[in-house]
């Protein structure tokens, strides 16, 4: 198939192009370098079947012929969300418009990368997909809560209107190699503090809890999605009188505090750096675990990777890519 990834030059895109390409698909990767990096992709650029088109998903798409279409492009770790607001509240309305223009006049399968940050600080939990959620409007956090649950708000509209096949899906915590030391999210924080000898960050008590999934897990769940959608849109040719809209979470269910993390990445490390404890930053999710029955049954998706293993081998990579904040 030939499938377009905007975004592919990010943490998960990079892996998801690379997965693609040994799938034997065709891959074009779009991306502005705004968070991801030519680094990502670098191992991919000499495969015939990748080819990169540098373009900003807030100006419109250049038109082509594409089987499927995975949305990634957007700002997704808090440090850069806060950094660039304005741009992600853009990014997640013009941005998803563009693609959706394109899907539509592809008349392409799409997979849109939404987050579990529609469900903000959720108040029911495990959070299902038909959970509405608990967000801030106006918090800190607005610009990429606010700006994902716009951009979930336009596909189904889209969808309403041009019976696109297409599917929504709600990503819950995913780490693994690639991620940025400087990024700001849990997991390489805590490692690159660990191997630096640096004093472990946690928020508030650390008592909140996330869920982890590794990134091998979430590119299979992706995978599964490409499969359904083409077998689905085989099946009926009729998509505007079928809606086959999908929203699904995709992640590992596997909670845990976020203190036990840093201890557990701590020992892992064998580090002596201290925790140390800082303010909650404005409207932090207190507790975050994914239902998955949806994915499960619908897609027969189920994590595989567990939590130790996929940080064993994230501290290797940071460790033998060089790409530490020190
Ligand atoms: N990693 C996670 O834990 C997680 C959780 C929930 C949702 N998601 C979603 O998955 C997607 C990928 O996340 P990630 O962790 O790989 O983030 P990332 O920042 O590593 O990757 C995002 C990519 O999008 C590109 N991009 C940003 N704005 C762009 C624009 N205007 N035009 C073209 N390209 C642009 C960046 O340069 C980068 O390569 C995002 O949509 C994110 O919201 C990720």
Redesign the pocket.
């Known amino acids: 198939m030939k499938i377009l990834v ?9 892996h998801l192009c690379a997965s693609l390409l040994e799938s034997g698909h065709q891959v074009i990767c ?8 030519k680094a ?1 992709i670098a191992p991919l650029q000499n495969n015939s079947h990748f080819e990169l088109t540098e ?4 100006d419109p798409l250049p038109a082509g012929h594409y089987d499927f279409i995975y ?7 808090p440090a ?1 969300y806060s950094a660039m607001p304005i ?1 992600t509240l ?3 309305s013009i ?1 998803v418009r563009n693609v959706l223009d394109l899907a539509v006049a592809a008349k392409a399968g799409l997979f849109i ?5 529609v469900y903000g600080d959720p108040l029911v939990t495990p959070q299902t997909e038909e959970y509405w959620g608990n967000v801030n409007p106006v918090g800190i956090r607005s610009c ?1 809560d606010e700006g ?1 649950r716009f951009g979930e708000a336009l596909t189904v509209a889209y969808q309403r209107r041009y019976g696109m096949r297409v599917v929504l899906g ?6 693994g190699p ?3 030391a400087d ?1 700001g ?1 849990a997991v390489p924080n805590f490692i690159n503090q660990a191997l630096a000898g640096q004093p472990l960050t946690v928020y508030g008590d650390g008592s909140q809890t996330r869920s982890f ?1 590794y ?1 091998d897990d ?1 590119i299979n769940a992706f995978k599964l999605v490409l499969h359904k959608v083409a077998e689905d849109g085989a099946a009926d040719s009729s998509w505007r009188d079928l809606p086959l809209l999908r929203i699904v979470n995709l ?1 590992n269910p596997a909670e845990m505090p976020v203190l036990e993390l840093a201890e557990k990445i701590k020992a892992m490390c064998k580090s002596d750096s201290e925790i140390i404890f800082q303010p909650l930053p404005q409207d932090d999710p207190l507790q975050r675990r994914p239902q998955l029955d949806k994915a499960k049954d619908w897609l027969g998706y189920e994590p595989k990777v567990g939590l130790e293993e996929g940080l064993a081998k994230v501290i290797d990579w940071f460790k033998a890519s060089g790409r530490l904040s020190r």
């Not at 905007?6 to 990079?14: I, P």
């Open positions: 905007t975004g592919g030059a990010g943490f998960v895109g990079s779009l991306d502005n370098f705004l968070t991801g990096s990502n373009h900003d998903i807030r949305h990634l492009a957007s700002p997704a770790s850069d741009e853009l990014i997640n941005g990368a939404s987050t579990s940050e990429y994902k709600r990503i819950f915590n995913t780490f690639r991620m940025r990024d999210r999934c990134v979430m992640g």
